[in-house]
């Protein structure tokens, strides 16, 4: 398929927009922040917890629009954020807050929507990471589990008649 048919089909295909996170502007800093200087904010990790809340706190000097810094904002994962941007209002222009990661921001209904799209490296590392974090939960699961030894005694009281 030629460059030009794959871009017109490109087009016609509505972007599929996939939870992310929230983000929720915070007043003063909150346990578990970390700093990111270069963007003049802190900001909690939303994978570490099962809803991706994300409290965020904007310093002085953050070049963010006062609706971001006020407002929540739901953030979604897309694989085109150009595509994704098309005939929006866009509130913070495409840009690169960490390697491997593209994030613009645009007004819907009056509320902030983060865009995110993740490189092909990114992603890969990504699912990595979510491997060993799958891991772990199974590894911790299963060590809370009985011992064989108590097992064995279970069932031979459970056979019993």
């Not at 002085?60 to 953030?75: M, N």
């Not at 979604?76 to 495409?94: H, N, Y």
Request: charged share 30%; proline share 7%; net charge positive.
């Amino acid at each position: 398929m030629g460059r030009k048919k794959q871009e017109a089909l490109a087009s016609q295909m509505k972007p599929i927009f996939r939870y992310h996170h929230l983000g929720i502007p915070a007043r003063k800093k909150v346990s578990g922040m970390v700093e990111v200087r270069r963007l003049k904010i802190h900001a909690t990790d939303h994978e570490s917890n099962p809803f991706g809340i994300q409290w965020m706190l904007y310093g002085k000097g953050c070049k963010v629009p006062d609706l971001v810094r006020k407002t929540p904002h739901a953030a979604f994962e897309v694989d085109d954020l150009k595509a994704a941007l098309k005939g929006r209002k866009v509130i913070i222009k495409p840009n690169s807050p960490s390697p491997g990661v593209l994030v613009a921001f645009i007004e819907e209904a009056g509320a902030p929507i983060e865009l995110l799209q993740f490189t092909k490296e990114r992603a890969n590392k990504r699912r990595r990471t979510s491997k060993k974090r799958n891991i772990r939960k199974l590894l911790a699961a299963f060590l809370e589990l009985p011992r064989p030894a108590n097992l064995i005694a279970q069932r031979k009281t459970a056979i019993r008649w």
